[in-house]
């Protein structure tokens, strides 16, 4: 079934921005840390991003800090990915997930630290 679903996606020139967002639409992730990862054609899922269930803390990959920004919503059952000064090299399809990391800052790049996912949403920048 469905666990986490992303919009957001879309075509934009490099230099522009896109906000991602996502939301579970059968049960409640507000306890859970949040992460965005993303692959693209011929390479495997690395991370972008991470966030803390409470918001509290966040963490990025260097290919993107200062660049993008991770947030929750009020609520802390949604996530965004606000993606500004895209370049070409951030073409991939981008995933939502959900897990319990307990904390350990370590573990928010590890694909296997997240149990639960999105189904993915293309982002396509183009030169």
């Known amino acids: 079934q469905v666990q986490l679903v992303e919009s957001g996606g879309g075509l934009v020139q490099a230099g522009g921005s896109l906000r991602l967002s996502c939301a579970p639409p059968g049960r409640t992730f507000s306890s859970y840390d949040m992460g965005w990862f993303r692959q693209a054609p011929g390479k495997e899922r690395e991370f972008v991003a991470a966030?803390?269930?409470?918001?509290?803390?966040?963490y990025y990959a260097d290919s993107v800090k200062d660049r993008f920004t991770i947030s929750r919503g009020n609520a802390k059952n949604t996530v965004s990915l606000q993606m500004n000064s895209l370049k070409p090299e951030d073409t991939a399809v981008y995933y939502c997930?959900?897990?319990?990391?307990?904390?350990?800052?370590?573990?928010?790049?590890?694909?296997?630290?997240?149990?639960?996912w999105g189904q993915g949403t293309q982002v396509t920048v183009s030169s």
């Open positions: 966030i803390w269930w409470n918001g509290a803390s966040t």
């Open positions: 997930a959900a897990g319990r990391l307990f904390g350990n800052s370590g573990s928010y790049s590890h694909v296997s630290s997240y149990s639960y």
